[in-house]
């Protein structure tokens, strides 16, 4: 079910300034209307022809960044008139396209995204998250060792993949980071964002053009493990849900038996971790926050880490 889901997501997303039709995805899937629309109500927080026309404005947001012209950009994605694009935008962002692009070009100052070009500059990044999540894995730049999110396996990233080390920043100050990096052949993503900033589009259009160069290099896909709360971001963006459920108490055998009363949650992989951690790998909707608190809450004594991903 999750398949089709993403083949569909990555339909979209190809054709993103293109008309886009339910018969055009019904062709491509080879679903029904009826069944892409119970996709879309298990997977995603809008109906499929609202979250193409959402995410045409998303994506739309993010071109302004590059100061572009307004009229350009509306015409890019379907829109015919000014009034249209408008109205539309403002639905979505509270408003209007050329306000919104005022506040990132605000006193001379643009908010802008780029990629870390420099040691420094990836200190700066890893300093901005250090300070907004003291608890996130990023904040081990202290750590001197090469020991993975250390400062030297940073350093070691940089080298590597440098493109792949975005930050947006407002003026001279970070606001928004998604430091990507090679992990078992696709791309895990550390990030951060200033809460005053998670209304501006800058954060969509940090993973736009993370998932852009991911893919111009290869990589299958993205992946990131998210906090409560954060799943309907992620699921307008295109993100499917995986979801590892660890325990050192119970068997393999035992959380498969408690799945078995969960319902219909598609068990993707078993592995047991540093030899005594029992894992499950799940595919299951970043929409159903119901598995994770039965297994937290009902069976107790295993811990549940909800993974966002999206195929390129």
Not at 106 to 134: H, N, T, W
Not at 226 to 237: D, N, P, T
Request: aromatic fraction near 12%; include cysteine.
């Amino acid at each position: 079910m999750t398949a089709g889901y993403r083949k569909i997501i990555q339909y979209i997303d190809a054709h993103i300034k293109d008309d886009i039709t339910i018969a055009d995805i019904s062709d491509m899937a080879g679903y029904s209307a009826p069944h892409i629309y119970r996709l879309f109500r298990v997977y995603s927080p809008y109906p499929v022809m609202e979250y193409i026309r959402r995410k045409k404005l998303y994506s739309a947001a993010g071109e302004l960044y590059t100061g572009r012209g307004l009229y350009d950009v509306a015409l890019d994605y379907g829109y015919e008139t000014p009034a249209g694009f408008y109205k539309a935008f403002k639905s979505v962002f509270g408003c209007s396209p050329s306000a919104y692009r005022n506040t990132i070009m605000k006193e001379g100052r643009a908010m802008r995204i780029d990629q870390v070009k420099s040691i420094a500059e990836l200190e700066r990044g890893l300093a901005f998250v250090k300070c907004l999540y003291p608890g996130h894995p990023m904040t081990a730049i202290d750590d001197e060792s090469e020991e993975k999110c250390g400062r030297r396996w940073w350093i070691k990233q940089f080298e590597k993949n440098p493109g792949l080390l975005l930050y947006a920043a407002d003026g001279d100050a970070v606001c928004a980071v998604t430091f990507g990096f090679e992990d078992c052949g696709s791309v895990t993503v550390h990030e951060g964002v200033l809460e005053s900033c998670r209304k501006t589009g800058v954060f969509e259009a940090l993973f736009a053009e993370l998932e852009k160069r991911a893919k111009a290099r290869g990589f299958p896909g993205v992946a990131l493990g998210i906090a409560e709360g954060e799943e309907e971001f992620y699921a307008k963006l295109g993100y499917t849900g995986k979801t590892l459920i660890q325990s050192e108490k119970y068997s393999i055998e035992e959380l498969l038996a408690f799945i078995g009363q969960c319902g219909s949650a598609e068990v993707t992989a078993t592995n047991v971790y540093e030899g005594h951690i029992n894992q499950l790998w799940l595919n299951a909707s970043l929409l159903d926050k119901k598995l994770k608190q039965k297994f937290e809450e009902e069976i107790g004594d295993c811990w549940v880490q909800v993974i966002a991903c999206k195929s390129l």
